[in-house]
């Protein structure tokens, strides 16, 4: 397995477990990680979609947590 890979596999297991977090701040955290590390797949393998979508996704999460703590 790529280092590349492992990145993906990591990724995909925030994101699985953002699944089972009933803690809405918690999740988003968790999420993020999961987005991030999928971003740096994205950029390592050279796959913008990926780094673009995730980018989107966490941009999200980090507006949605800002509001929520006001």
Excluded at 47 to 66: D, E, W
Aim: proline share 0%.
């Amino acid at each position: 397995m790529y280092n590349t890979e492992l990145i993906g596999y990591v990724a995909t297991v925030f994101i699985l477990a953002s699944f089972v977090i009933s803690n809405l701040k918690t999740l988003r955290m968790v999420n993020m990680i999961g987005g991030g590390l999928w971003m740096v797949y994205g950029y390592v393998a050279g796959f913008s979609a990926i780094f673009v979508g995730n980018l989107l996704m966490v941009l999200i999460h980090l507006v949605k947590l800002y509001h929520e703590n006001k």
